[in-house]
Every structure is written in structure tokens, then in C-alpha cells.
């Protein structure tokens, strides 16, 4: 089974996104805060991180950085969500090595969709 790490401080995201990917067959680990993202990726080496941009501790794109230049993690595709738009803070996600960068509120079929297209589902 595909382990997801979802990492976002707002745990009604966090819940409602690993309610539908469990929901998907995937196996979710959570973390509400940077360092605990940092930790738990490195920890599990999950096949794939959805990751908030703004965190306490240690922002998405610190992560998404550390992550992306460490040969053991960069492959691990990112998932990068944000409720910040504006076209840099798309270019900074692109920049720090994020796959996908999804704009909050976002759809949860879209989540999914995402998931499925990089875990590419047997």
C-alpha cells in the first residue's frame, strides 16, 4: 500500500484529506507543523508528500528544498497546496522542487486525481 505524508497546520485539511485518500486505498501519516513534516519524511520516505506552503517551524518550501537536494527523498513527488496564488509564490514552488502546486480551497477529487496520476494506481 502507498504511504502518503500529508503536512499542513490546519488539522480539518489534514483529517479531511486523509479521510478520502484512506478512503482510496492509501495509507496517510500526518504532521501539523513543519519540523514534524521534515522529520516523519525522512522517517518514512513516503511515496508521496502533500505539503502546505505556510507552517510553523519550517515553511513548504524549506521542505520541499531540503527534500528535493537529499538524493534519498528527491524523488518522492510533492504535492505542494497553498491559499497564496499570486504567480511568484507558484514560481518559488517551482523553484524549491514542488511537483503540483494546488491553490486553496481546493477540491478533493482534485487531491485525489493527483495522487492517483503520480501513484499511478494498479
Do not use: W
Not at 503536512?7 to 519540523?35: M, Q, R
Not at 508521496?48 to 534519498?72: A, C, E, H, Q, T
Not at 518522492?76 to 502546486?101: C, F, H, W
Not at 478533493?108 to 503520480?118: F, L, R, T
Amino acid at each position: 500500500m502507498k504511504k502518503i505524508l500529508i503536512v499542513d497546520d490546519e488539522h480539518d485539511i489534514v483529517e479531511s484529506v486523509k479521510f478520502v485518500l484512506e478512503a482510496s486505498d492509501y495509507t496517510c501519516y500526518c504532521a501539523y507543523n513543519g519540523e514534524d513534516g521534515l522529520r516523519l519524511a525522512k522517517e518514512i520516505s513516503p511515496d508521496l508528500i502533500i505539503l502546505d506552503v505556510m507552517m510553523p517551524k519550517i515553511n513548504g518550501y524549506k521542505i520541499s528544498r531540503l527534500l528535493k537536494f537529499d538524493s534519498k527523498y528527491k524523488d518522492i513527488p510533492i504535492l505542494m497546496v497553498t491559499a497564496r496564488s499570486q504567480e511568484g509564490d507558484k514560481l518559488i514552488g517551482e523553484e524549491t522542487g514542488a511537483n503540483e502546486y494546488i491553490t486553496k480551497p481546493f477540491e478533493m477529487d482534485e487531491i485525489v486525481a493527483k495522487v492517483d496520476e503520480y501513484l499511478k494506481k494498479e
